[in-house]
């Protein structure tokens, strides 16, 4: 709902809420008590038109001068007057201005009697008074609260760019790491690499931009990846993928997945060694699953080469684009690093 529908929303609320009020002799009537007459309605129509004052004046003037500014002695000296002059002034109009006609004439009241009166209609704008009050303050919470809301949202929005900024270059990084030394092995294929390469940054730089993108195109993107990792592995690397064939148009945050693989090529393989690396991504049940196994040689301080950017990176942006909808476990275990993604991808 925007500002402005909130406001008329509201200004609906206290229309409606007056228009009961005031037709309430229409609704009233029974047989020992007939429908009113023009002058009797009239006299009716000054106590809820004095409420009216008392609660305006609140609303607009007094809660927000004083009462927000802490100011509580001069908002409650503020109120008894308003509320002594409006009963009074009530109080002439019916006695000289609007008398009661000649069949209800007004009783005579002993000054007990006038004291009561008068101490009755003040609990009675008291309360209309703290009807103002709480109305008001209710209103002022939900508007702070859709302001903190949209800054936090705002403030959301900006750290995953910046979490995105730090990511394209540092997939960047490695890729051109991987080109490289390809190039010294097939300067054929390292075109070919090159042109792969160019794809792949189009979907970083620009379809990837957007909050969420199909799951198709992610996995299109990751199978293009792993192709580009493949073609530089030694013999003795086993390398199983297991992708959707048929990738479903579910809508997810882009970039999930490729730090995960990267790590995996980074710290999984040996030049001399036999190393292993095992993908697999599956959708299921509303469900999408990535889970990566792969040998562990992880790499001196002196070749990380910025390693350890993308798992920070991914745990900081699944609590905010998945918040109490993911389970992220990494690590390693008998020589084997595992690594397991769960997101579900709606919210019950």
């Known amino acids: 709902m925007t500002a402005l529908q909130s406001k008329y929303s509201g200004w609906l609320i206290h229309l409606t809420a007056w228009a009961v009020i005031f037709g309430m002799p229409l609704f009233v009537t029974s ?3 007939p429908l009113m007459t023009g002058s009797e309605y009239l006299r009716f129509l000054l106590v809820p038109l ?5 609660f305006y004046t609140n609303y607009f003037l007094l809660i927000e001068r004083y009462l927000f500014t802490r100011q509580t002695g001069r908002f409650l000296g503020g109120n008894a007057l308003l509320i002594a002059a409006v009963i009074v002034g009530l109080h002439l109009l019916f006695r000289y201005v609007l008398p009661p006609d000649a069949q209800h004439p007004p009783l005579p009241r002993p000054w007990q009697d006038s004291v009561r009166f008068f101490a009755g209609n003040a609990a009675l704008y008291l309360l209309v008074v703290g009807a ?14 859709a302001a903190r809301q949209e800054l936090e949202h705002s403030r ?3 750290e995953l760019q910046n979490l995105k900024s730090q990511l394209n270059p540092h997939f960047l990084f490695n890729t051109l790491n991987n080109i490289y030394s390809l190039i010294q092995i097939d300067a054929d294929r390292a075109q ?4 792969d390469l160019s794809r792949m940054l189009r979907y970083v730089l620009y379809e990837s ?4 993108v199909p799951l198709a ?3 299109e993107f990751l199978r293009d990846y792993i192709e580009l990792m493949r073609i530089r592995l030694p013999r003795h690397v086993e390398v199983g993928v297991s992708l959707p064939e048929e990738p479903s148009p579910t809508p997810v945050a882009p970039l999930l997945f490729i730090s995960l693989i990267e790590n995996a090529f980074k710290h999984g393989t040996s030049n001399d060694r036999p190393s292993f690396i095992r993908i697999d ?6 469900e999408l699953v990535c889970r990566i196994r792969n040998s562990c040689f992880p790499k001196t301080a002196s070749d990380r080469s910025g390693s350890g950017i993308g798992l920070k990176n991914l745990s900081k942006r699944l609590e905010m684009i998945y918040p109490q909808r993911h389970t992220f476990e990494y690590g390693e275990r008998g020589g084997t690093y595992t690594a397991l993604l769960r997101i579900k991808l709606h919210e019950r």
């Open 31 to 33: 047989p020992d008590r």
């Open 50 to 54: 004095s409420f009216m004052v008392v």
């Open 132 to 145: 103002g009050v709480a109305i008001r303050m209710t209103g002022g919470w939900y508007k702070a609260e």
């Open 156 to 158: 959301t929005q900006a």
């Open 192 to 195: 070919q690499a090159v042109h």
């Open 209 to 212: 931009s957007c909050p969420t």
């Open 217 to 219: 195109a992610e996995v």
């Open 281 to 286: 991504i599956h959708e299921r049940g509303g």
